[in-house]
């Protein structure tokens, strides 16, 4: 989403912010979340001099091939990748926090579109499973709206806005970027996804994107934390492909980049709305990229299963330094849009490491783009995989 805001810089009438955000569908969660939520005491007119959560969803369309957390099949969505994006109040800082899917949480109870509650959980479930339990015949209201509550309960961050973005919607936008530049230390090879990659630098098509940023068993040790590294990594990679082909000057590519993501992502009402949407891409314009963090959540191990992941004792520091719009503490490690990873210290500066992420791959030609090197992503552990999902 990031990308799509600083492309609306370049479209400075309003007609063309109004065409933008008719392409993307609005889901209105005020009846689903309820009352009982976290305060939020910032200004409810715009985006204007506040900082902004805007909670980021990958989701995909399973047909009985997994189950929720009561043991039923699921024929609805799932959500593949989870990503909360701190916007500054003063535009300088972006932090990118990813959340594992294998991070156990308990869930609220939470409410359907037709009016039926779910109970809330009786122990800890996988973090996953609440948008997949809540999902099923696409109710993605629902499924975003006890996703938010779930989060706010754990980090006492209050979101104020999301967006959903499917597997078509993410292939739409690197065909109309006409492919990710991405180079690879090793080779990939992942029986599931059939994802086969020699070592070396390889413009990525759409679908080679896409398997790249599920791919799990074939990279790095197969676990999910080492797969956000790369998900990230990607992200960073398309965002600077953006740069490197001059999208924010050309109107016709820039034109088509936003259409072909926008008519997949569903987001809620007021940042769809022209205006806001618009007067917060002028905002980010003078966004320096070095300033874009790619975190992890911290996560230690879940003792009951070491297959899982729970809470790191020390997370409520990065939780207080996103609730309270500062900078993320420097003893959290991060991952620049180079790919490089910044290791955690304990006072001082943090030092860029050279290898992308501990993983097997770096982002082509990040030198070009004029960008300093400066970020990671959290230590990878192994993570057992879930039955049917990569």
């Known amino acids: 989403m990031l990308v799509f805001l600083l492309g609306l810089v370049t479209c400075l009438g309003w007609f063309v912010y109004a065409d933008i955000a008719s392409w993307g569908k609005k889901v209105d969660l005020a009846d689903l979340l309820g009352q009982d939520r976290v305060t939020d005491a910032k200004p409810k007119d715009s985006f204007a001099n506040k900082d902004l959560n805007v909670l980021v969803i990958g989701s995909d369309y399973r047909r009985d091939t997994e189950y929720d957390e009561n043991g039923n099949p699921v024929t609805g969505m799932r959500s593949d990748t989870t990503m909360m994006v701190h916007i500054s109040a003063n535009r300088t800082r972006v932090d990118v926090m990813s959340i594992p899917r294998d991070l156990m949480v308990r869930r609220p109870e939470c409410t359907f579109q037709d009016g039926t509650t779910e109970s809330a959980s009786r122990g800890d479930v996988q973090f996953n499973s609440v948008f997949a339990l809540m999902g099923r015949e696409t109710d993605v ?108 000057t050309n109107m016709p590519a820039l034109y088509a980049f936003l259409r072909a993501g ?90 860029v490491s050279q290898s992308s992420t501990g993983d097997s791959a770096r982002v082509a030609d990040s030198a070009s783009t004029g960008m300093e090197d400066s970020s990671s992503a959290d230590t990878p552990r192994y993570s057992e995989p879930e039955a049917g999902q990569q």
């Not at 739409?172 to 090793?186: P, Q, R, Y």
């Not at 070592?199 to 679908?207: D, I, Q, S, V, W």
């Not at 398997?211 to 676990?223: E, F, I, N, P, V």
């Not at 207080?320 to 420097?330: F, G, N, T, Y």
């Open 141 to 248: 209201a629902a499924a975003v709206a006890c996703t938010i509550k779930t989060i706010e309960d754990f980090t006492n961050i209050y979101i104020d806005e999301f967006a959903v973005i499917d597997f078509d919607g993410f292939e739409e936008m690197v065909a109309a970027l006409g492919g990710v530049n991405l180079c690879l230390d090793e080779a990939v090879s992942d029986p599931i996804t059939a994802l086969q990659l020699s070592a070396g630098c390889h413009l990525l098509n759409p679908r080679e994107a896409l398997m790249y940023a599920r791919a799990r068993y074939g990279l790095g040790d197969g676990s999910d934390i080492s797969r956000i590294g790369r998900q990230q990594q990607l992200l960073g990679a398309m965002f600077k492909d953006v740069k490197k082909r001059n999208l924010f």
């Open 262 to 351: 926008m008519k997949s992502v569903t987001t809620s009402p007021s940042f769809g709305a022209p205006s806001n949407l618009g007067g917060l891409a002028l905002s980010l314009a003078g966004l320096n990229p070095k300033n874009i963090h790619f975190y992890t959540l911290p996560f230690t191990d879940y003792l009951p299963d070491p297959a899982r992941v729970a809470l790191a004792d020390n997370a409520n520091e990065m939780f207080e330094a996103l609730r309270e719009d500062k900078p993320v503490p420097s003893i959290f490690p991060y991952q620049d849009l180079n790919g490089n990873r910044v290791e955690a210290t304990p006072s001082s500066s943090p030092q």
